[in-house]
């Protein structure tokens, strides 16, 4: 199956998604993540989950799933939002066992809380810290920001 | 004056003359005893603990210093190596296992990360920036990201010296 088929089908499936050309993704709105992620699983075969990661768009948080089917050789991204205050998703970890520490990371780093995840405790960070470290409002007195430099041509 | 070019640290000690006694200062003994048999603590904490490895390994042989027993319990252990990046939550445990260790103690902080953050001073949320800002007294620096492995050697000769150049440690106790 071409590639190009393989989003078209998944779009005629769920048409509230928006497919992204490069690389390969969709976009799908959050509350259909579980019923998507069902779907690519057991009718389109992509069995592994290779990334769970999360970028803050500073008015929203973006949550990015990489998964990969080994029937189709085929990577694919997909996308949701959550908001910024109180982010809340789906877990998949309940379809893909190897989700459960990457949501656990995102959780850590994002304080994005994964609904009916089995575990939802931070991974790295010591555990009584209260903020996310990648947030790009995150501010610590152990952060010291890399001085700008002034350039070659101003002495 | 054969067994004089065998111990260092010979000049504090004298052959009776035309005998076979020695004559030292016990204080020195000890020095040379405590300096010539330092066991490091096995704390490797990022890519430093490579290069400490390869000092314990034949090329290198940190045993000809007297310092080749690495162990792994603190309370076996004379000098820590804090051998890497210290992170946050690396912070507690290394107090606890410097509290852990007996005295007489020492501590070298090994490569940039240990001694200031190094690579991470900027923009890290998680490094401590130095060992010593837990309070962890540092005897030693060895600089380099990471140090060669004849820059760990030459910081055990360092604190070598240190040890036996000492003064005689006098408790705030004792001093009233």
């Known amino acids: ?155 | 004056m054969a067994v004089n070019e065998k111990i260092p640290g010979s000049e504090s000690i004298a052959m009776y003359p035309g005998g076979e006694i020695i004559l030292a200062k016990s204080e020195d003994v000890m020095k040379w005893a405590k300096g010539s048999s330092l066991w490091p603590l096995t704390f490797g904490l990022a890519c430093c603990a490579i290069e400490m490895m390869a000092t314990g390994a034949s090329h290198f042989d940190i045993d000809r210093i007297g310092s080749g027993v690495f162990r792994g319990s603190p309370r076996q252990c004379d000098v820590m190596i804090i051998a890497g990046t210290v992170c946050v939550k690396m912070a507690d445990c290394l107090k606890k296992l410097y509290e852990q260790m007996p005295e007489p103690k020492y501590v070298i902080a090994m490569g940039n990360c240990s001694i200031s953050g190094g690579i991470f001073y900027y923009d890290s949320y998680s490094v401590v920036k130095g060992a010593e800002k837990l309070g962890v007294p540092v005897d030693v620096f060895v600089s380099g990201c990471p140090p060669r492995p004849e820059d760990l050697l030459h910081a055990f000769m360092k604190l070598q010296d240190k040890i036996k150049n000492a003064k005689q440690r006098t408790s705030a106790k004792d001093k009233e």
């Open chain 1, 1 to 155: 199956m071409q590639n190009s088929e393989l989003l078209l089908k998944i779009k005629s499936k769920f048409p509230e998604i928006a497919i992204e050309e490069t690389p390969a993704g969709l976009v799908i709105p959050k509350a259909s993540l579980l019923e998507v992620s069902r779907f690519l699983k057991e009718e389109m075969s992509f069995e592994n989950c290779h990334c769970v990661t999360a970028v803050d768009r500073r008015d929203k948080i973006e949550l990015v799933y990489l998964l990969y089917s080994t029937l189709h050789h085929f990577m694919l991204t997909l996308k949701t939002f959550a908001g910024l205050d109180d982010p809340t998703v789906e877990t998949v970890s309940l379809l893909w066992r190897s989700a459960d520490w990457m949501e656990r990371e995102v959780f850590d780093l994002f304080g994005v809380r994964f609904l009916h995840h089995p575990d939802l405790r931070r991974i790295m960070n010591p555990d009584h810290w209260t903020d996310f470290p990648l947030r790009k409002d995150f501010k610590n007195e152990n952060l010291i920001p890399r001085p700008q430099s002034k350039g070659l041509n101003k002495a």
